[in-house]
T-cell receptor
Framework: AQTVTQSQPEMSVQEAETVTLSCTYD???????LFWYKQPPSRQMILVIR??????QNATENRFSVNFQKAAKSFSLKISDSQLGDTAMYFC??????????????FGTGTRLQVTL | DTGVSQDPRHKITKRGQNVTFRCDPI?????LYWYRQTLGQGPEFLTY????????KSRLLSDRFSAERPKGSFSTLEIQRTEQGDSAMYLC????????????FGEGSRLTVL
């Protein structure tokens, strides 16, 4: 079974600064997807960024980028120019490509990010 | 389309009662998921539908839990004889088959069992 580990329960960053959230995962599969989801306080979870394991190029979405290290099974999220609206729980998630149950996500325990003035 | 909607948003019940949650997915999404999230944890997969077929159930889903998706549209999650351990946020999500892992979540239904 796949596992996802987020070792930083809480982090804080000042507005306009850069912060990196860590995620490691364990799998025996070669093809899979990795995701970062954001859950703002009292609001629904939304997808931040998606990475296919077969792509060596790191995914980027505006101020959000990832550092995907497949051999190390590491998948960190970098948020540049942090904004107050980035305050949220951030969940790293894994989905297998090879099984018949596409899109069943395995989530980490989350990192609570607080952006301060 | 306004996204995934869930009802009720909050439910307080006494132990032993039955509760039912409803989820309306994004209309063009054929996949629908139920997750459970407890405080300080990430969501845990419960079950998954493709159209009206329930294709997988987690072992977390005891016999007291049942989910349906008649006609492949909205879905219901029923918990019978609730226990205090069932207290959690129940999240519904939907996705299109062509975009694996890109789930659109609802705001969740928070259950408190007294």
């Amino acid at each position: 079974a796949q596992t996802v580990t987020q070792s930083q329960p809480e982090m804080s960053v000042q507005e306009a600064e850069t912060v990196t959230l860590s995620c490691t995962y364990d799998t025996s599969e070669n093809n899979y997807y990795l995701f970062w989801y954001k859950q703002p306080p009292s609001r629904q979870m939304i997808l931040v960024i998606r990475q296919e394991a077969y792509k060596q190029q790191n995914a980027t979405e505006n101020r959000f980028s990832v550092n995907f290290q497949k051999a190390a099974k590491s998948f960190s999220l970098k948020i540049s120019d942090s904004q107050l609206g980035d305050t949220a729980m951030y969940f790293c998630a894994y989905a297998s490509i090879n099984t018949g149950t596409a899109s069943k996500l395995t989530f980490g325990t989350g990192t609570r990010l607080q952006v301060t003035l | 389309d306004t996204g995934v909607s869930q009802d009720p948003r909050h439910k307080i019940t006494k132990r032993g009662q039955n509760v039912t949650f409803r989820c309306d997915p994004i209309s063009e999404h054929n996949r629908l998921y139920w997750y459970r999230q407890t405080l300080g944890q990430g969501p845990e997969f419960l079950t998954y539908f493709q159209n009206e077929a329930q294709l997988e159930k987690s072992r977390l889903l005891s016999d007291r839990f049942s989910a349906e998706r008649p006609k492949g549209s909205f879905s219901t999650l029923e918990i019978q004889r609730t226990e205090q351990g069932d207290s959690a946020m129940y999240l519904c999500a939907s996705s299109h088959f062509s975009r694996s892992g890109e789930l659109f979540f609802g705001e969740g239904s928070r259950l408190t069992v007294l």
